[in-house]
């Protein structure tokens, strides 16, 4: 062979080693995960994310078979399809390990040394359908607790236009319910606002020391109205010189709806407590109060946005079902946290946990 032929078959040797050595540098700087495999269905090369997502503790993928690592019909057949036809598809499969995880896989063929191979890279789809399904839930939600009351007032309405707004016995009662359901769709769209906020990050804190005696004196007033309404008592054992660190605007906004809680789910003559004990350089703010308590059954989720115990009371008592998602929020964005503690028949226990002022928290 000429010199001349010589150089173009080492040209071509070294950009076809290139061309290969390529397209696993592409993989590399995938964030997703890439399996390339070859006619066999044989893994020929992956990236880190394919080894975290689907090696089941058992080696490299390499020289695996494709069925090996992912044992999904849909993806097997998808590869067969770009090796076999030469066609790229989509497809969607769960990956069982541990955990259920979801991903989205896109297969197309490609040449590498002459040959066909598949590749494919697969995105985890597990989060967005999470988020998605938490969404629809949460919008199918808002539309019921809307449509509740809105369908009540509508009806009084009609009732009061078919005559019975001259009805003297009956028309001042009809209009009550109706301002009562339209107040219920008030607290609703301003809790909603406010979940909104907070959880698109809007809302900053600025903590301050602050006095916890007086401001709880200060909530008991407010709340003493409906307090002697249900004939429950408002008590605190916070010494006058306690300081705690936090927002005051939302740490009243936190102890209200608590106290509000305690005073609506407790017992005839019951009582609410506040007290505050410091532990591990956190305070920790206890509104107990002396009502029903809440079952096992349902205390890991009455932090969740519309999650009640008994749906019907909390409607009839004034509730948005939001409280305690807004409570968890704004006492996470102190650094702090939420717990409950409770025995059906005694009461309950919610425990706002703050960190103290220190150094770090300071600057
Ligand atoms: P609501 O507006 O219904 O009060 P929350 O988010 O504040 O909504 O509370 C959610 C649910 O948690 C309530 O409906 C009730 O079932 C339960 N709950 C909250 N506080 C108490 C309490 N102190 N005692 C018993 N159950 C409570």
């Not at 017992?267 to 920790?284: F, H, P, W, Y």
Request: with cysteine; aromatic share 6%; glycine share 4%.
């Amino acid at each position: 062979m000429s010199l001349l032929g010589d150089w173009f078959r080492k040209k071509e040797e070294s950009t076809e080693k290139t061309s290969r050595q390529i397209s696993f540098d592409i993989l590399k700087t995938l964030r997703e995960s890439a399996i390339i495999v070859g006619e066999d269905t044989q893994i020929i090369a992956s990236n880190q994310q394919a080894y975290d997502d689907f090696a089941r503790k058992n080696g490299a993928l390499e020289n695996k078979r494709l069925t090996e690592v992912i044992r999904d019909r849909a993806v097997h057949d998808g590869f067969l399809k770009a090796l076999e036809n030469n066609e790229s598809s989509e497809v969607k499969f769960d990956f069982l390990f541990n955990e259920k995880r979801s991903f989205s896989a896109k297969i197309t063929p490609i040449i590498l040394e002459e040959k066909r191979h598949a590749i494919g890279v697969f995105y985890e789809t597990t989060q967005i359908e999470h988020l998605e399904r938490v969404r629809q839930e949460f919008l199918s939600n808002v539309s019921h607790e809307l449509r509740t009351p809105l369908t009540s007032i509508l009806a009084f309405v009609e009732t009061l236009e078919d005559g019975a707004i001259d009805d003297k016995a009956n028309n001042q009662r009809f209009l009550a319910v109706i301002r009562k359901n339209a107040e219920r769709m008030h607290l609703l769209i301003d809790d909603i606002a406010e979940l909104s906020l907070i959880e698109s990050g809007q809302i900053t804190i600025e903590p301050r020391e602050i006095k916890l005696a007086s401001l709880v004196d200060e909530l008991f007033t407010n709340l003493s109205a409906k307090a002697t309404a249900r004939n429950v008592k408002l008590f605190h054992k916070i010494s006058t010189e306690k300081k705690v660190w936090a927002d005051k605007m939302r740490l009243e906004q936190v102890l209200t709806n608590l106290i509000d809680n305690a005073i609506k789910f407790n017992r005839e003559n019951g009582s609410v407590t506040i007290t505050c004990e410091e532990k591990d350089q956190t305070d920790l703010i206890n509104v107990t109060d002396e009502g029903e308590g809440i079952s096992s059954e349902h205390l890991p989720r009455i932090f969740e946005r519309f999650y009640r115990t008994d749906r019907a009371r909390s409607r009839e008592i004034g509730g948005t079902g939001l409280g305690l998602a807004i409570v968890k929020h704004l006492a996470r964005l102190h650094g702090g946290e939420v717990s409950v503690t409770s025995t059906l028949g005694q009461g309950s226990t919610f425990i706002i946990q703050l960190p103290q002022k220190t150094q770090e928290n300071l600057s």
